[in-house]
Structure formats: structure tokens, C-alpha cells
């Protein structure tokens, strides 16, 4: 028992320094007002009465959601064939296409999202093959399609491995002794394969979801300065209005907001009715 606690106070002094004190640091500022003096520093809820009673930040809040909404729904859609169709494929076969979908995360996120501002531009690519045929131009840049695009392009992977994993994991007799029951594919697929995989599906929605929801370098590159999400506003608040209090009070409600979802989706993952356990 000596051994293992001393293997793991590393870790718990690394969870300790780099999260525990950070979010006591960021409650604290959530908390007070700006006070250049420890002495005259008072509590306060009124950042958050701030937040909450703007509307333009609760339509910036509401912006955010709806993009992390669309681009999670976009990702299931996308990813939920791509990783059933590499999941029923030969072992050498599947080494692969994983390789192949996860090479582009090797490259840093900030490249990656370059690449599609010269992509999506009015001279980019896409409006020069456009061009090509006769077509266009077509602004894409600085819209929300350049953004949904983005976030999906650097999240689907997060989702296509998370449901991939699970249907490799699945037990290929239940499916099995629902062909031996009479069941065709597609009962098979949803009542066998669906409903085992949504363990998957729940995992790679909050790997989506939480990232997409608080992204701030991708919207502020794609969809350009007018465009702005909740993480534009807090990093903005941090980095050049300097009101770390309002901006920790942001980052502390978005963090609630995060863990709901969070509690929401293990939630469905824990009901055994989502599991296809249920009668």
C-alpha cells in the first residue's frame, strides 16, 4: 500500500499544481472585484450578475452552444458510418484507416486551422475549382460554415475512434444469435449494434462537445474578428482588457455548464435502457 501511494504522489502533486490550484485561483478571482490590495479586496457576486444580465454576452453564450451543438450532431453523423464501416473490415485493414484518420492530429491544431483559412478564402482552392467550373466565387470565409467546418474537420476523429473502440469491443455473438432469432441486418444494426455502441457515442460526445464549446482560436481565425464564441470572450477579457475577476467568472460559469453536460451524458450512458438492457 506504501509503495503505491509513493508511485502515485507524483500525480497527485502534478493534479494538484497544474488543476486544483489553478480553479481555486480562477474561483477566487470569480469571486471578488479588482483590488490592487489583498487588504482591500471584498467578495462579490456582481461579476456574475454582469455575465448572466448582458445580453450580448448571453447571445454570445448562446452562439457557442448552438456551434458546439451543430458541430457534435455533424460529428456523430460523420463519424458513426466511418468507424462502423473500419470496425467490420480485416485486422490489417483497420490498422490503416485508423492511421489514416488520426495522422492529420499529429500536426498542430493551429497549423491544421491555417491550412483551412487558405483553403476557404476567396482565392483558396475551393473557389479556384469553383472558378474552374463556372461557379462562384463564394465567400466562406469568416461565416459560420468556416467555423462549424473547422471545429468538425479537428473534432471527428475524437468521435470516430471514441465509436470504433466500442464496436471492436462488442461481442460478435450477440449478433450471432440475433441472425439465428430471424433478425435481418438492419434489426440486427438497431437492436444489437446501436444500442452497444452508444457507450462510444456518449464518449465522443463530450470529447466534441467540451473542446467545441469553448474553442476560441478557431472561430477567431475562421470566422474572423466579428465573429465571436464565448472562448473569444474570456480570452479577451484575460489578455487584453485585463479583467481577470469578470474573465474568471465566465471561465468558472462556462466550467458549470460543462460539468452539467458532463453529469447529463454519463447520465445516459449509466441508464440501462440506453444500453439496450432494458426491456
Not at 461565416?143 to 473534432?155: C, D, E, I, P
Not at 465573429?227 to 482588457?241: A, D, H
Given at each position: ?80 458510418p466511418i468507424a462502423y464501416v473500419i470496425a467490420n473490415r480485416s485486422e490489417k485493414s483497420k490498422m490503416f484507416w485508423i492511421l489514416l484518420i488520426t495522422l ?88 444489437v449494434t446501436l444500442p452497444l455502441s452508444l457507450p462510444g457515442v456518449i464518449s465522443g460526445i463530450t470529447l466534441v462537445f467540451l473542446p467545441a464549446v469553448s ?65
Open positions: 500500500m506504501r509503495q503505491f501511494r509513493n508511485m502515485a504522489m507524483p500525480y497527485i502533486v502534478w493534479m494538484v499544481v497544474m488543476i486544483v490550484l489553478p480553479m481555486l485561483l480562477i474561483m477566487l478571482y470569480a469571486f471578488t472585484d479588482q483590488g490592487n490590495d489583498v487588504a482591500t479586496i471584498r467578495f462579490t457576486l456582481e461579476n456574475f450578475t454582469r455575465f448572466f444580465s448582458d445580453k450580448v454576452f448571453m447571445s454570445v453564450l448562446k452562439r457557442s452552444l448552438y456551434i458546439a451543438v451543430v458541430t457534435t450532431v455533424i460529428c456523430i453523423f460523420l463519424g458513426y492529420p492530429t499529429w500536426i498542430n491544431m493551429l497549423v491544421r486551422t491555417y491550412a483551412w483559412m487558405g483553403i476557404l478564402q476567396d482565392e483558396g482552392i475551393i473557389n479556384w475549382l469553383l472558378g474552374f467550373l463556372g461557379i462562384g466565387p463564394i465567400t466562406m470565409i469568416h461565416t459560420t460554415f468556416a467555423v462549424v467546418l473547422g471545429m468538425v474537420y479537428n473534432f471527428v476523429p475524437f468521435m470516430i475512434l471514441q465509436i470504433y473502440t466500442a464496436l471492436t469491443k462488442m461481442d460478435k455473438s450477440f449478433l450471432e444469435a440475433a441472425s439465428d432469432l430471424g433478425a435481418n441486418k438492419v434489426q440486427s444494426f438497431l437492436r474553442s476560441f482560436f478557431i472561430p477567431k481565425l475562421l470566422g474572423g474578428g466579428q465573429y465571436v464564441l464565448i472562448g473569444n470572450v474570456i480570452e479577451t477579457e484575460f489578455l487584453t482588457s485585463g479583467d481577470w475577476n469578470f474573465g474568471s467568472a465566465i471561465s468558472l460559469a462556462m466550467a458549470v455548464i460543462i460539468m452539467i453536460s458532463m453529469y447529463i451524458t454519463k447520465k445516459v450512458d449509466n441508464d440501462p435502457t440506453a444500453n439496450g438492457k432494458g426491456e
